[in-house]
């Protein structure tokens, strides 16, 4: 059974850094893309930032310059760095997988969700 697994959130200040990682436990053939949405009380969720199996990136433009997505696909495992946190980047992150099965079906996970808070 593949799942996602989400670790790093926290609380941190203005201008501090955190970084994500999303691990994909399970047998999988590949991953076709993965990244982060995120979604604050009351809002719309929004990709934050994503990342193809070509290495193609795609970021919000609120969060360009300051975060970096990467994957290690030897660990099946994306990091997303985010660097200059302002408070407007509040919000729970959710990571995403498109991936290939063992049984060379393309399916979408979706871990739980980390909470990142910025405040002084």
């Known amino acids: 059974q593949v799942q996602l697994v989400e670790s790093g959130g926290g609380l941190v200040q203005p201008g501090g850094s955190l970084r994500l990682s999303c691990a994909i436990s399970?047998?999988?053939?590949?991953?076709?893309?993965m990244g982060w949405y995120r979604q604050a009380p009351g809002e719309q969720r929004e990709l934050v930032a994503g990342?193809?199996?070509?290495?193609?990136?795609n970021y919000a433009d609120s969060v360009k310059g300051r975060f970096t997505i990467s994957i290690d696909n030897a660990k099946n495992t994306a990091y997303l760095q985010m660097n200059s946190l302002k408070p407007e980047d509040t919000s729970v992150y959710y990571c995403?997988?498109?991936?290939?099965?063992?049984?060379?079906?393309?399916?979408?996970?979706w871990g739980q969700g980390t909470q990142v808070t910025i405040a002084s």
């Open positions: 995403y997988a498109d991936v290939l099965t063992h049984w060379a079906k393309r399916e979408e996970y």
């Open positions: 399970g047998t999988i053939s590949m991953i076709n893309n």
């Open positions: 990342m193809s199996v070509r290495g193609i990136t």
